[in-house]
């Protein structure tokens, strides 16, 4: 009887409690925070013991209480204080050889003090937490994050201690069939607290969010809204960009909104002058300081136009991988290495697969002036018809748009990657391209489409349903490696029923570094090469290309790829090896975008 009243008593705290976690904090960075990052006490938990019952019942005593036993004679079946520990950020995989293949769940606890300043409110911020995560403090649940590329907060404000507060995180990475991704990909399956974690305090009243971008099509006027939140809501609001002598006020509503609309004279941001203005966002309770650059990018036609004239997108596509020590990539070194080798590739856009990287990564790419094209797990063949499916992929989307939507390099969102045709899939993908459409009217949307080979065997059409509802035409191709081999491609032609900008989002071989042979060798450098000149020349031919973003900068870690020796559990289509080593290939691409006008890199 006890055991039925606890779990319902616990599910109804949860039913309320899963709603709770508190729209996202734009710009964790410019605000006043508490790193709670480092080592992490940490129970491994395969069996979920510390959350469910021997009757698989949620408990209402599981490892969130953080219970010590009160006397010698107290059965308490864990101590997360005398437990291994877990650094954070950090994949689990990576820092302990027998976690590299564990999907499950692992708890992680940080305990800290704080000391609550009157009339300020305190929220904990987490960069990312792969996959599934529940949050309690001090025992009380906070609430759960689905997904495991986006940040997410929650307020803390009437639970925090001034000591001895318990932070706990139950983090399952375990797969599932109606998830975001779903079961299959072709990348590791990291688990844990990957990115920052930090408290984030602010006034009663704050500005909660803002977007201050150009308005479509504009490179002279600024749209966009600040929103308040708090118990002051119809407060005055100044923006004010000093270096172009902007200093405008607005007045929030009473549910402390504030439209933004503002004449200005700028510098434009792009690649050869990424151009960031020190922004403030000043209310009469708070103000925070941003770095934004403005630029317009549009399609006209085939065309991609940013601030106004034709651009071809010189890329790669690259995975959140660091490089030489590999697992989840985080920190700024990691973002400089992976980016720079871009550059000197002769790059200026990245494609950052198949999920929202780190924000590290993305003001790396707006400080060094390298475009963006940002995208949501939706990979492969999800759940189209599971309602619950697609709340989660729009949850995804809307959380990278509000992360990033003040980032001029970002000039792309993509809302899938090779998802098969069916009625399903074009009514959810449409859905989730109208609701990026309604969050940011300034960028374009793309995704990874499908194609199909006409009747004469050698053309290449792109007429997926989807393409419709496209600014930008994105297609995978794998013609010499998984479609034939390289000489196949001499003759392929493309064609399209839309007129639209393609990006060739992927094409590629597996190459070891350091293996050799002639161009028919598999795995070796010259096959590799050799598929790169004959795909290069094959682009040159297709009239509406604007852009590339060949799979992939860099090897990386793959459940998929056993064959011992060349793959071991590896991708091999980078151009550069896990270690940093060049392959033979990475100097035709170079060639190919010196010859697109890529700057010589110093
Ligand atoms: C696919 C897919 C990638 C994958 C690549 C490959 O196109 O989008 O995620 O890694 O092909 O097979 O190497």
Redesign the pocket.
């Known amino acids: 009887m006890k055991i039925i009243f606890a779990s319902v008593l616990f599910f109804a705290t949860v039913m309320c409690v899963k709603a709770q976690h508190t729209d996202l904090i734009a710009n964790s960075e410019g605000r006043k925070t508490v790193s709670l990052d480092g080592q992490w006490q940490t129970i491994v938990d395969p069996y979920e013991t510390g959350y469910y019952d021997y009757r698989y019942q949620p408990s209402a005593n599981g490892y969130f209480k953080d219970t010590k036993p009160k006397s010698k004679s107290d059965l308490i079946e864990y101590d997360f204080d005398t437990s291994e520990t877990l650094a954070v950020p950090g994949d689990w995989n990576t820092q302990k050889e027998r976690l590299l293949l564990y999907e499950g769940t692992i708890w992680y606890k940080k305990a800290f003090d704080h000391q609550k300043k009157p009339n300020t409110r305190i929220f904990v911020y987490f960069g990312a937490a792969s996959y599934l995560s529940d949050v309690y403090l001090n025992g009380q649940k906070l609430g759960r994050h689905e997904g495991g590329f986006t940040p997410f907060n929650f307020e803390i404000t009437n639970l925090v201690r001034d000591k001895g507060n318990s932070l706990i995180v139950k983090v399952d990475n375990k797969r599932r069939r109606d998830a975001v991704p779903t079961l299959n990909t072709?990348?590791w399956n990291y688990g844990g607290l990957t990115r920052e974690v930090k408290l984030i305090e602010v006034p009663d009243t704050f500005v909660q969010d803002y977007f201050i971008q150009l308005q479509k099509g504009s490179q002279n006027r600024i749209g966009g809204w600040v929103r308040l939140n708090g118990g002051k809501l119809n407060q005055k609001i100044t923006v004010r960009i000093p270096e172009a002598r902007i200093s405008q006020t607005f007045t929030a509503d009473v549910k402390g909104y504030a439209e933004i609309n503002l004449n200005a004279d700028l510098t434009l941001w792009s690649p050869n002058n990424p151009k960031l203005y020190d922004v403030k966002v000043e209310a009469e309770t708070d103000q925070v300081q941003d770095q934004i650059g403005f630029r317009s990018i549009e399609v006209k036609g085939s065309e991609i136009l940013l601030n106004g004239k034709p651009i071809f997108l010189r890329g790669v596509s690259i995975h959140e991988e660091a490089p030489f020590r590999g697992g989840r990539a985080h920190s700024k070194e990691d973002a400089g290495t992976l980016l720079n080798w871009a550059k000197e590739l002769g790059c200026n856009f990245v494609r950052l697969?198949?999920y929202p990287h780190n924000e590290t990564m993305i003001r790396e790419a707006d400080r060094m002036g390298i475009m963006v094209w940002s995208e949501i797990p939706v990979y492969w063949t999800i759940l189209w018809e599971n309602p619950a499916t697609f709340e989660n992929a729009q949850a995804q989307l809307s959380e990278m748009i509000a992360r990033d939507k003040n980032r001029a390099a970002i000039i792309i969102w993509s809302v899938a990657?090779?998802t098969p045709l069916g009625d399903t899939r074009l009514t959810f993908l449409k859905k989730l391209i109208e609701r990026a459409r309604s969050l940011d009217s300034t960028r374009l949307i793309s995704a990874?489409l499908e194609r199909h080979y006409l009747d004469d065997k050698k053309t290449q059409m792109i007429d997926d349903p989807l393409g419709e509802y496209l600014d930008v035409l994105g297609c995978?191709e794998?013609v010499g490696w998984y479609d034939g081999l390289p000489e196949k491609i001499d003759t392929l032609d493309w064609k399209t029923k839309y007129q639209k900008p393609l990006i060739m989002s992927?094409f590629g071989a597996d190459a070891l570094y350091g293996k050799h042979g002639d161009a028919l060798t598999r795995w070796s450098e010259e096959y590799q090469e050799d598929l790169y000149r004959r795909t290069v020349k094959m682009l040159k031919k297709i009239s509406f290309l604007r852009g590339t973003s060949p799979?992939i900068l860099m090897d990386f870690r793959?459940p998929r790829r056993p064959l011992p020796g060349i793959q071991d559990f590896r991708?091999r289509?980078g151009l550069i090896s896990d270690r940093g080593e060049k392959k033979k290939a990475f100097y035709v691409m170079q060639e190919y975008y010196r010859e697109l006008g890529a700057p010589l890199q110093k």
């Open positions: 072709d990348w697969a198949h990657n090779e990874a995978n794998y992927e799979w793959s991708n289509k």
